[in-house]
Each structure stands twice: as C-alpha cells, then as structure tokens.
C-alpha cells in the first residue's frame, strides 16, 4: 500500500514558479514510477509528467515541455514537480501517482497505469 500526499499549490501570477511536492508512505516508493497528472474545471484528467523510479527516464506532455521539471528523491520518499513560467492555462487539480514497477526505466503516461493516488493539490495561475 501506498499513501500519497501533494502540497505545494497555491495562487501565482502569470510568469511565476511553483513547486509541487508529493509524500509518499510505504516502502514500495523507491519501486514505484511517479506520475503527475492534471485536471482542469470540468475537463478530464490529463498526463503532465512521470519519472522512473530510478530517475532514469523521464516524460512529459508537449504542453508542458521546457517549463516543467520532474525529480524524485528516493531517500526522503518524495517526488516533486517544478512548475516555472506558468501560464493561466495551467490552472487545474494536481494529482501525483505512484506506479508499482520494480523495473528501472519505466515510466508511465496514462491514468490506467497508476495505482495510487493522492488528493490533489490545486494551482491557481492568474494571467
């Protein structure tokens, strides 16, 4: 079982950086590919980034590309997102996930591919 927890949302100008941050509990994490996906008001969810569990590999939406960075650290638990030049059009519900893997370079883009989930952390970008 994993448990995840994301923090770090917030209101932030056009322009402006946030850093996502997402806790995990349980000791499968440093075998767990990470994901973080989004969703804005009434739309669906949609992939935004994913790292392997080794740090190997990593992936990314085209929208987000260049702006957006995904780290984990496996000693503290913790994967994060680093969000810079953010844009109105970023504004949603961040989800980070875990994706149970125990093999290096896997990643994974797709919702269906995750096992857990965290409650989401909102970022609210004003233009």
């Known amino acids: 079982q994993v448990q995840l927890v994301e923090s770090g949302g917030g209101l932030v100008q056009a322009g402006g950086s946030l850093r996502l941050s997402c806790a995990a509990s349980?000791?499968?994490?440093?075998?767990?590919?990470m994901g973080w996906f989004r969703q804005p008001l009434g739309k669906e969810r949609e992939f935004v980034a994913t790292?392997?569990?080794?740090?190997?590999?990593?992936a990314y939406a085209d929208f987000v590309k260049g702006r957006f960075t995904i780290s984990r650290d496996n000693a503290q638990n913790t994967a994060y997102l680093q969000m810079n030049n953010l844009k109105p059009e970023d504004t949603a519900v961040y989800y980070c996930?875990?994706?149970?893997?125990?093999?290096?370079?896997?990643?994974?883009?797709?919702?269906?591919?995750?096992?857990?989930w965290g409650q989401g952390t909102q970022v609210t970008v004003s233009s």
């Open positions: 996930a875990a994706r149970i893997t125990f093999v290096g370079n896997v990643v994974g883009t797709t919702a269906s591919q995750y096992h857990y």
């Open positions: 349980g000791r499968t994490f440093s075998s767990s590919a």
């Open positions: 790292i392997s569990w080794n740090g190997g590999s990593t």
